[in-house]
T-cell receptor
Framework: SQQGEEDPQALSIQEGENATMNCSYKTSINNLQWYRQNSGRGLVHLILIRSNEREKHSGRLRVTLDTSKKSSSLLITASRAADTASYFCATVRNAGNMLTFGGGTRLMVKP | DAGVIQSPRHEVTEMGQEVTLRCKPISGHDYLFWYRQTMMRGLELLIYFNNNVPIDDSGMPEDRFSAKMPNASFSTLKIQPSEPRDSAVYFC????????????FGQGTRLTVV
């Protein structure tokens, strides 16, 4: 079963614009992670935010976490055509090391 | 390290045949995960191992699916007999031994059962 749900399911923007994707989850977590998947490829880890953190940055990526609302957002600033991919959030609960994925957001960045 | 290695990359088989998917995790990683990805159901965790021991197999769809990890460098996912609804991309991933770390994914095996 999926722990997280991404919103929107699909997003189309112009190069240079910012892209924001949201993720909601159901149970308490130890950390939340974002992954990227190019078509036909495996998933690649982007960023991890722990349950006691509220915001994290990595290059053009900014992730926020609101544990009271059980939600997270991924912001990609100054998007590029190469950012076109599917983006997934995944949660790790406090018990075990199981990584549970949401349904993903398909991002298309038009040049 | 070459990363997580899965084989084969593509598999086409007839309904009723046995299918075996293989995975070599990153050396030193204590956790190994098998996922299945379809358009309808997204990414589903099938089973995961810690130090070669299966920890949670609640995601395995039915008895036709089985997974083993005979040693720290090799795991298999077997489907017997295969059915058309098993068609999907199967991913193997591994991660180090503590919770606040990322998982590293293989390139996946695209299985088509006709």
């Amino acid at each position: 079963s999926q722990q997280g749900e991404e919103d929107p399911q699909a997003l189309s923007i112009q190069e240079g614009e910012n892209a924001t994707m949201n993720c909601s989850y159901k149970t308490s977590i130890n950390n939340l992670q974002w992954y990227r998947q190019n078509s036909g490829r495996g998933l690649v880890h982007l960023i991890l935010i722990r349950s006691n953190e509220r915001e994290k940055h990595s290059g053009r990526l900014r992730v926020t976490l609101d544990t009271s609302k059980k939600s997270s957002s991924l912001l990609i600033t100054a998007s590029r055509a190469a950012d076109t991919a599917s983006y997934f959030c995944a949660t790790v609960r406090n018990a075990g090391n199981m990584l549970t994925f949401g349904g993903g957001t398909r991002l298309m960045v038009k040049p | 390290d070459a990363g997580v290695i899965q084989s084969p990359r593509h598999e086409v088989t007839e309904m009723g045949q046995e299918v075996t998917l293989r995975c070599k995790p990153i050396s030193g990683h204590d956790y190994l995960f098998w996922y299945r990805q379809t358009m309808m159901r997204g990414l589903e965790l099938l089973i995961y191992f810690n130090n070669n021991v299966p920890i949670d197999d609640s995601g395995m769809p039915e008895d036709r699916f089985s997974a083993k990890m005979p040693n720290a460098s090799f795991s298999t996912l077997k489907i017997q007999p295969s059915e058309p609804r098993d068609s999907a991309v199967y991913f193997c991933a591994s991660s180090p031994g503590h919770r606040n770390t990322e998982a590293f994914f293989g390139q996946g095996t695209r299985l088509t059962v006709v």
